[in-house]
């Protein structure tokens, strides 16, 4: 029987996502210590939520007496200094051995910081990753926390319940030392850039290429989600098309203004992905494109320039069939860069991160939940090794049989002059990646003629150097 005399969890921070994981362990039959830094949010949600079940407190020093040891603190705070603030307060008001758990969206480089400083003190600091928005915090996220071993022999169990279960397994897992967990969620994160954009394309596609109203466009991805591309993104696109709006009568999303905010995230997997040297074009794409759809007044100045589109669809049934087999492979592609960040990411820093427990933990809970992450573990399963998911023979034959329609929707859109970014990103990614040459050999010629930078050859081993400015002749560097 729970002992509610003391908690087995704490949650520091009661907005949305705090309360409803407080709630979520709650549900769990545990006791759970809330405290947030504005004492009327934490009566609030005592008097929303409050039963025997939570141990509110109305100071730091309050809320760590009223956990048992090792105590487990959960802070869900705004990402940054307001974190390290109560990071700071917790560490002085705990003992060895207690844990410190960021569940926010922190930037991993800080979770690496703020373990090295917390670990000093004797103390554990696990940086947690948490998927699933207000809903799935309640009734089952994501979670990939990071952090010792030892920390997570205490506070896995407790995470691995409250997390979402596909097929009887937890989506939670210990995903490596330091900024294993945080980096793995933004990438996360990243990939879902990507995934939003290419369907929002696919919609737009359907609308002013094919002439589909969103009513029926509601329709055909209700229709896909029943196939390959059953997914918790493609669902709630059905939902959001679907829905008509009560003050106008139109479809809710004419009278969405066309502009799409972000939190950082996405900035972050590019910004890590281009030190890491991988390219994450898809996500990238998506990043730009939310700061393009942003960018009001230039886009309403450049309203009148020509389009220069040419034609119109001959054949829009058949062109919905393209553009599902376009969203998929171009998908696929989104996936398998932000696995090759993670496991770049993860041999820079010694995480030892291991893909198929991400795709395994992703299957339920998290925003990027997909019918296809099975997949993705029987790739991984198969052969670890993989040197990228679409050389895995599964998605190699998935891929094959969509090139055609990936190649016409690219060039029906571009022809028309509809905006296709991740799609035409996506498409040329998968191009350079088989190709035999790249015009990188250009480049190199280039950069040896303007900066010495040298080059190699492909007929013996070496680095060289063409004298440009003198004879021309070849000296070996």
């Known amino acids: 029987m729970t002992d509610h005399s003391q908690a087995q969890i704490g949650v520091i921070g009661l907005a949305v996502m705090g309360s409803n994981l407080a709630r979520n362990f709650a549900n769990h039959g545990y006791t759970v210590a809330v405290y947030n830094r504005t004492a009327a949010k934490t009566e609030e949600f005592m008097a929303r939520y409050g039963d025997g079940s939570f141990l509110p407190a109305e100071t730091i020093e309050e809320f760590v007496a ?10 869900m705070v705004q990402a940054g200094a307001a974190t390290d603030a109560v990071i700071n307060q917790l560490a002085d008001a705990m003992e060895e051995g207690d844990i410190i758990v960021d569940g926010g969206n922190a930037l991993y480089t800080d979770t690496v910081r703020r373990e090295k400083e917390i670990s000093a003190r004797g103390l554990h600091f696990v940086g947690t990753g948490i998927s699933g928005g207000e809903e799935g915090a309640l009734n089952g996220p994501s979670i990939m926390p990071g952090g010792t071993e030892e920390s997570y022999a205490s506070l896995g169990p407790l995470l691995e319940d409250i997390s979402a279960h596909v097929d009887g397994t937890p989506c939670c897992t210990h995903i490596g030392p330091d900024g294993a967990g945080h980096f793995v969620k933004m990438v996360h994160n990243g990939i879902e850039y990507a995934d939003m954009q290419v369907i929002g394309e696919a919609y737009h596609l359907l609308r002013y290429a094919a002439g589909l109203e969103p009513a029926r466009i509601a329709e055909i991805f209700r229709e896909w989600n029943e196939g390959d591309l059953n997914s918790y993104l493609i669902e709630i696109t059905a939902e959001v098309l679907a829905q008509v709006d009560t003050a106008t009568g139109r479809p809710l999303i004419d009278v969405i203004v066309d502009s799409a905010g972000q939190k950082g995230t996405g900035r972050w997997t590019v910004k890590a992905a281009l030190d890491l040297g991988i390219p994450v074009t898809g996500i990238g794409e998506a990043v730009f494109a939310r700061a393009l759809s942003s960018a009001r007044p230039q886009r309403r100045a450049a309203q009148s320039l020509p389009s220069g589109a040419l034609g119109t669809l001959e054949d829009p049934e058949g062109f919905v069939e393209d553009v599902r087999r376009a969203l998929y492979a171009s998908k696929v592609v989104a ?143």
């Open 335 to 477: 996936y398998a860069q932000g696995f090759d960040e993670i496991k770049a990411g993860s041999q820079e820093h010694g995480w030892d991160v291991d893909p198929r427990d991400l795709a395994t933990i992703w299957r339920g809970g998290c925003i990027i939940r997909a019918k296809f992450l099975n997949r993705i573990v029987d790739a991984y399963n198969a052969n670890p090794e993989v040197e990228s998911l679409l050389l895995d023979p599964y998605f190699t034959e998935q891929i094959t049989e969509s090139l055609d329609s990936w190649r016409r929707v690219v060039v029906t859109a571009t022809r028309m002059g509809l905006p296709i970014p991740v799609f035409a990103s996506s498409l040329s990614y998968y191009d350079s990646l088989r190709s035999e040459r790249l015009p990188a050999a250009l480049i190199q010629g280039q950069r040896d003629y303007f900066g010495a930078h040298t080059y190699e050859r492909t007929d013996r081993p070496g680095r060289f150097h063409t004298l440009w400015s003198e004879d021309r002749s070849e000296v070996e560097a």
């Open 66 to 75: 009223s956990l048992e040891r090792p105590r487990r603190a959960i802070i």
